[in-house]
């Protein structure tokens, strides 16, 4: 039977591992509300009472691979006295406080400690479901979602979403690429509906829209420009069609087939175990995890928790499930296993309570997020990652050295302001006949403009003007390949090129022939930097017509 983390022959930065608090004593809820960005997780946690009322900072010590506490943020009398909801981005975050609004959280670059920033404006409700995503938060109600940019006279306001008549209310908001306010609307014959409002690029919000059919949504995800929906015992997947502006169905996904006469289901157990309520679905680097249930329908079943990837011809794939019980490995045999799902870099943050009859408390497990060993070396492709033995640029949790198409040179480039070494990533179809390739860069510096260039040459040139190489000498170098891209806070970069075509720099267009090898390289403007520009590593692709 699959393992969620391939225990047996992981190493100890891939073994699972509690996420425990050292100081505060760990509540029932501990694990309800919690969020994470890479190797960095915040929880929610009760400090006196009932109450969520403190966030826990955790960190992955890169020696011991264990989840350190490294700072506590209680609440203040000024922001109330519940959390309600928490995003992570960066080197930013947003908790939601219910009536009482939403705070964001600024994290030092020198200390490394967090602090309080600013209040985000909000008007009284229940619930407040937050969003980060760079410099854009988004607050949310029942009633509306407000969108905000951080400027330095504070947070403006660029868009607002009200529910409509006939919604039973704002299931909740995600910010991304695309800006997602959800809602369930009724009708006028009681089916329900899901209608998404969406964000195109920069700061415009397009009219709600319906997605598929009437269906009654329990959980979703959002990722890049995907939208997993579950709804009852299946999962559909939607991609953004930027052509018509809509969210199109592109995957229908059912439960796995029965392991050793133990069916699966996508649906809460029946008895006992996982609340309807708190089903959770989690989109991130190019995988979505769920919980559901494994067992005989007609007795009590255990919880279980399912993850799916992408492959490399963007589609999902089943890739493991862990079925609460022995298998589960303490102590994170208890009930509720996966009650709550937060992901985060190559990690999967499993909340659980203890068994029932005991006092309560909640626990977190961490795990890595997939198994797959795309490259047969006998660790898998998530403990790869973590312990920097691999890349993946593209975010999809398969290994680039599996996927990604030409021959890679001038590597590493030279570090630039951030710190890292900017990196190349090609992947598609190398054929003239067929033409999609996705170009990515990442570890570039935030706030920057940058561009992917092209050239038939491949000579190393070094300029004191610039930092860094350019690997594309002997021949002419042709810019914007994609167009410019500002350069994403977390220092990546994208664009897909659905046409055989290279743009001249003169308003021309220069084919690419079956037989041509090209080289590509990223060019960008590092503003905290001298000299003020610098270069990725660079790859060379050769293309055949089919």
Avoid at 244 to 269: D, K, M, N, R
Avoid at 287 to 293: E, H, I, P, Q, T
Wanted: proline share 7%.
């Amino acid at each position: 039977m699959l393992a969620l983390l391939a225990l047996t022959l992981a190493q100890s930065p891939c073994s699972p591992s509690e996420v425990i608090p050292s100081t505060l004593a760990q509540s029932a809820q501990y694990g309800e509300i919690m969020a994470a960005d890479g190797d960095r997780l915040m929880v929610a946690e009760a400090s006196t009472g009932p109450v969520l009322d403190t966030v826990l900072v955790f960190e992955r010590d890169l020696a011991s691979a264990a989840w350190v506490k490294v700072q506590a943020l209680p609440l203040t009398a000024a922001q109330g006295v519940s959390l309600t909801d928490l995003d992570l981005d960066g080197d930013r975050a947003v908790a939601g406080m219910g009536v009482d609004g939403a705070w964001s959280l600024l994290r030092d670059s020198v200390t490394g400690l967090w602090t309080w920033e600013t209040e985000i404006p909000n008007s009284s409700g229940a619930r407040c479901w937050v969003a980060a995503f760079g410099n854009d938060v988004a607050v949310a109600n029942a009633n509306f979602a407000r969108c905000y940019r951080r400027s330095p006279q504070g947070w403006a306001l660029f868009g607002t979403v009200n529910a409509s008549s006939q919604a039973s209310g704002i299931l909740g908001v995600e910010l991304g690429l695309r800006f997602l306010v959800l809602e369930v609307d009724t009708g006028i014959d009681n089916t329900s509906r899901l209608r998404a409002s969406t964000r195109v690029p920069g700061p415009s919000l397009l009219a709600p829209q319906f997605v598929g059919p009437p269906i009654n949504p329990t959980c979703w995800g959002v990722d890049d420009d995907r939208l997993v929906l579950k709804s009852d015992d299946l999962v559909s997947v939607y991609s953004w069609r930027a052509l018509s502006a809509t969210w199109g169905l592109v995957q229908l996904i059912s439960p796995p087939p029965p392991s050793g006469g133990q069916p699966y289901s996508f649906e809460p157990p029946s008895v006992g175990g996982i609340p309807s309520s708190a089903v959770t679905l989690d989109a991130a680097n190019g995988a979505f995890v769920l919980s559901g249930s494994a067992g005989v329908t007609t007795a009590s079943t255990d919880p279980a928790v399912f993850t799916y990837r992408l492959n490399p011809f963007n589609v999902y794939e089943f890739d493991s499930v862990l079925v609460q019980g022995p298998s589960a490995g303490a102590p994170f045999d208890n009930d509720d296993l996966g009650w709550n799902i937060e992901v985060g870099g190559q990690h999967v943050f499993l909340a659980s309570r203890a068994p029932s009859g005991t006092p309560p408390s909640g626990r977190l497990a961490a795990r890595v997020l997939v198994e797959g060993d795309c490259d047969q070396n006998g660790v898998g492709d998530s403990c790869d990652l973590i312990l920097g033995n691999a890349f993946d640029v593209n975010r999809n949790s398969l290994l680039d050295s599996c996927e990604e198409i030409g021959v890679r040179y001038c590597s590493p480039a030279t570090a630039n302001s951030s710190g890292q070494s900017a990196r190349i990533g090609i992947f598609g179809r190398p054929t003239t006949a067929l033409f999609l390739i996705n170009l990515y860069a990442e570890g570039l510096p935030s706030g920057g403009l940058g561009t992917f260039m092209a050239s038939r040459g491949n000579q190393v040139v070094t300029n004191p003007l610039y930092t860094g190489n350019l690997c594309l000498g002997g021949a002419p170098v042709y810019r914007n390949l994609g167009g410019r891209q500002v350069i994403t806070a977390d220092g990546r970069a994208r664009a897909l090129v659905n046409r055989p075509l290279v743009p001249d720099g003169t308003g021309g267009l220069l084919p690419i022939l079956p037989g041509d090898t090209w080289y590509f390289q990223y060019w960008f403007f590092d503003p905290a930097a001298t000299p003020s520009t610098g270069f990725s590593d660079a790859i060379g692709v050769t293309f055949t017509q089919f």
